[in-house]
T-cell receptor
Framework: DAKTTQPPSMDCAEGRAANLPCNHSTISGNEYVYWYRQIHSQGPQYIIHGLKNNETNEMASLIITEDRKSSTLILPHATLRDTAVYYCIVRVASNAGNMLTFGGGTRLMVKP | KAGVTQTPRYLIKTRGQQVTLSCSPISGHRSVSWYQQTPGQGLQFLFEYFSETQRNKGNFPGRFSGRQFSNSRSEMNVSTLELGDSALYLC??????????????FGPGTRLTVL
């Protein structure tokens, strides 16, 4: 699976959009981009995923660049409850299993 | 629908002992994966079971083992505990195997402390 690079930490003001970048310059054509987050002392939670088109759900939007070498997770109106570690994961769509390779993630601190 | 449950939530053991952790996946989910989380190494994949068969295995010593039952419940076992095995052990379940959009649902974890 492709390696990802994320900033170790970011701050965001409550109510503002949080834009979390992820670099995956070695991504291959059949690899998807997944985002999970982990709120302190809880298990990780799936947020969104995409292949090449931008995606939106009730939690967030995922913007993938045209060359697919980077992506941005957008939380449109961050709340204090969005304070968490956010993980960007790239993996192949495969019948061979569900293994996720977590990097260090970005620790997002939403401040009042 | 009930989420992923893990028991026990907290456990204290001493070096050399063995431990068994349990995970009950979401009803209907057939894939169960286990992860270890430590401050130093972060989240690391241990193994995955699908339809009672181990499908993938991470880079952990043979002291770490697991199994899955016909009702998809899974257990993991760690023998001859070492201090470095102190960690949060997370279980994740998913509906089916390997599809790209196969969201994984994580349990709250079992926090193991080895003294």
């Amino acid at each position: 699976d492709a390696k990802t690079t994320q900033p170790p930490s970011m701050d965001c003001a409550e109510g503002r959009a949080a834009n979390l970048p992820c670099n995956h310059s070695t991504i291959s054509g059949n690899e998807y981009v997944y985002w999970y987050r982990q709120i302190h002392s809880q298990g990780p939670q799936y947020i969104i995923h995409g292949l090449k088109n931008n995606e939106t759900n009730e939690m967030a939007s995922l913007i993938i660049t045209e060359d697919r070498k980077s992506s941005t997770l957008i939380l449109p109106h961050a709340t204090l409850r969005d304070t968490a570690v956010y993980y960007c994961i790239v993996r192949v769509a495969s019948n061979a299993g569900n293994m996720l390779t977590f990097g260090g993630g970005t620790r997002l601190m939403v401040k009042p | 629908k009930a989420g992923v449950t893990q028991t026990p939530r907290y456990l204290i053991k001493t070096r050399g002992q063995q431990v068994t952790l349990s995970c009950s996946p979401i009803s209907g989910h057939r894939s169960v994966s286990w992860y270890q989380q430590t401050p130093g190494q972060g989240l690391q994949f241990l193994f995955e079971y699908f339809s009672e068969t181990q499908r993938n295995k991470g880079n952990f010593p043979g002291r770490f083992s697991g199994r899955q039952f016909s009702n998809s419940r899974s257990e993991m076992n760690v023998s001859t505990l070492e201090l470095g095995d102190s960690a949060l052990y997370l279980c994740a379940s998913s509906f089916a195997g390997g599809a790209a959009y196969n969201e994984q649902f994580f349990g709250p974890g079992t926090r193991l402390t080895v003294l």
